[in-house]
């Protein structure tokens, strides 16, 4: 493989996950406008700001590389984001689905931003790999906080739908629960 096919490679990575992030941007708008807890709404709202940045990052990257963002990407990526918020608004049960969306999102960015500075050092291309590492790190750790809550998103899910969980009745959290499937 040639350098100058290495490098458009590497071009055509970075343009794919500027469309990704316009697509968890779409989405963050969409969980941020469907979430009643404070603490989540408020951790979306950082992530997005986070999410705003990343984008800016892997644009100016582009344009250090003489390319631009890929427009059909970019739209195409939008657009599918817009109609997940559509259906993110009559769905029920939203603080565990939208959690369990933002974290197979959140997995999916780890695995794209591994994959661009794999390639990105393979092309030896130390900015692009480090802005890669750099966000691939933001994602890892929206990550970690998705997952430390589960219980909350639970309870969360359960309180709308006016379902009190054995927790409650137990004083044992949900977590802590033995399994029953175990015995």
């Known amino acids: ?23 968890v941007m779409r989405m963050l708008d969409s969980m941020i406008s469907t ?3 404070q603490e989540t709404k408020e951790r979306l709202r950082e992530h997005r ?5 990343h984008g ?14 890929s427009m059909t990407a970019d739209m195409t990526a ?4 817009m109609l997940k918020g559509v259906g993110d608004m009559m769905r029920t049960d939203r603080p565990a689905k939208n959690a369990r969306d933002g974290y197979i999102t959140e997995h999916a960015e780890i695995a794209a931003y591994r994959l661009l500075e794999q390639l990105a050092e393979a092309a030896n291309d130390t900015e692009t790999a480090r802005i890669a590492r750099v966000i691939r790190r933001d ?10 809550r ?23 959290p949900l977590s802590m629960q033995s399994d029953p499937w175990q015995s």
């Open 49 to 53: 700001q986070e999410t705003e940045r």
């Open 139 to 148: 994602e890892e750790a929206m990550a970690e906080w998705f997952d430390a």
């Open 35 to 37: 979430t009643t807890d």
């Open 1 to 23: 493989m040639s350098n100058t096919s290495l490098s458009d490679k590497v071009v055509a990575y970075i343009q794919e996950s500027h469309a990704m992030e316009q697509n």
């Open 78 to 81: 939008m657009a599918a984001a």
């Open 150 to 172: 589960w219980d909350l998103f639970i309870q969360e899910t359960l309180n709308e739908a006016g379902i009190v969980p054995v927790s409650i009745m137990s004083d044992e």
């Open 56 to 69: 800016q990052l892997l644009q100016d990257r582009l344009e250090q590389l003489g390319k631009s963002c």
